[in-house]
């Protein structure tokens, strides 16, 4: 089955009254403060639809990004629901998902959602810590994570947790735990963005007053793939890992661990600890040839071949041929002994974690 082709709209910070330490929405979403009306979903499905696609028998999803949907007057979402359902009606978009804020759903809004085509609603969970929600301005606890979630499931919808690492407050215990606890609320997707210190938002006040430091890089790809392992052992699907990279988001980091590629890095280090912990247990007296995916050849060595260098660096590759084969499945690591070592064995390290 194709991914779906998505129609994104950017409803950037209308609808919400809150600040949150670490949102600059306009400078997330690249968005503009023009107020979208219905003529303007309008072209832009008609200007996208009309665009040469891919995968031409791929579902047409529309995604109403930024801001909290649910927030909105409820004649506004009338609004822009509205000016999607004739295009649901003759088949040319077969579903609609948007983003809001946990507090922000009810049954009542949850059964109008689904009435008008609905099919996903990702929430803004960031944390199920009340502590770090608080420490973080959320204006919202994680019962009523839970609660948005229930609701949405029982009216029939997908729904998606958006999760946010190294909040104020938040620590490698609170996120692990907060990354089971959403495992057992079931989502249908989950997406993972580590907190970046944004120009113009209350945090990069605090950031600059000395009160708050943000996860460096190698830190967040660690906990990242350290969730990331959560989730997947509960079959949950983590569709994102760090923020969709735009000019104007760059423009407006001032501190954090930003990455263009984030997703690759935490899949790249996944792979070197699976790769690591295969080589370390073999036996020094023989020759081995480590067999990997063809596909999986890039995540295998890693930016700037930085996983090899580090095995390499571990003592882990000596004595030891790699082979990347097209038929091995994904994601597997084949250690194979291959012939016995005349020169005696290789000579130990010692691991740095
Ligand atoms: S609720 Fe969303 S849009 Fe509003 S301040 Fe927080 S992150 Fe930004």
Redesign the pocket.
């Given at each position: 089955m194709p991914p779906p082709f998505i129609i994104p709209v950017f409803i950037a910070?209308q609808g919400?009254p809150?600040?949150?330490l670490f949102?600059n929405?306009r400078s997330i979403t690249g968005a503009s403060e023009g107020i979208l009306g219905p003529r303007e979903v309008e072209d832009i499905i008609r200007t996208q639809l009309a665009w040469p696609r891919r995968y031409p028998t791929a579902p047409v999803q529309l995604a109403f990004y930024g801001?909290?949907f649910t927030g909105l007057a409820l004649e506004r979402q009338h609004e822009l629901l509205g000016a999607v359902q004739p295009f649901l009606a003759s088949g040319r978009i077969q579903e609609i998902r948007l983003s809001t804020?946990p507090d922000y759903v009810t049954p009542e809004i949850a059964g109008f959602l689904r009435e008008h085509g609905v099919g996903i609603v990702e929430l803004?969970a960031q944390s199920l810590d009340d502590r770090v929600l608080a420490a973080s301005g959320?204006g919202h606890t994680a019962a009523q994570v839970r609660q948005a979630v229930a609701c949405l499931k029982e009216a029939g919808m997908q729904v998606g947790l958006q999760l946010m690492l190294g909040l104020p407050g938040d620590s490698t215990v609170t996120a692990l735990a907060g990354a089971r606890q959403a495992a057992e609320l079931c989502p249908d997707l989950v997406r993972l963005y580590p907190c970046l210190v944004i120009s113009g938002s209350p945090l990069a006040e605090l950031y600059r007053q000395g009160q708050f430091q943000p996860l460096t890089l190698p830190r967040a790809v660690a906990l990242a793939g350290r969730l990331l392992a959560v989730f997947k052992a509960h079959r949950i699907p983590v569709v994102r890992m760090g923020l969709q990279p735009s000019p104007s988001l760059e423009k407006t980091v001032l501190s954090g661990p930003y990455h263009p590629a984030f997703g690759e890095l935490v899949l790249s280090r996944l792979f070197f600890n699976k790769v690591r912990a295969e080589l370390s247990v073999r036996s020094s007296y023989h020759f081995y040839r480590l067999c990997i995916a063809k596909a999986d050849e890039s995540v295998y060595r890693g930016k700037g071949n930085a996983n090899v260098k580090r095995l390499a660096a571990l003592g882990l590759l000596d004595g030891v041929e790699t082979v990347f084969s097209a038929s091995q499945p994904r994601q597997s690591v084949v250690l194979i002994q291959v012939a016995p070592r005349v020169n005696g064995p290789v000579e130990g390290k010692f691991f740095e974690d």
């Open positions: 910070h919400c809150h600040q949150c949102c929405q801001g909290s804020r803004g959320r």
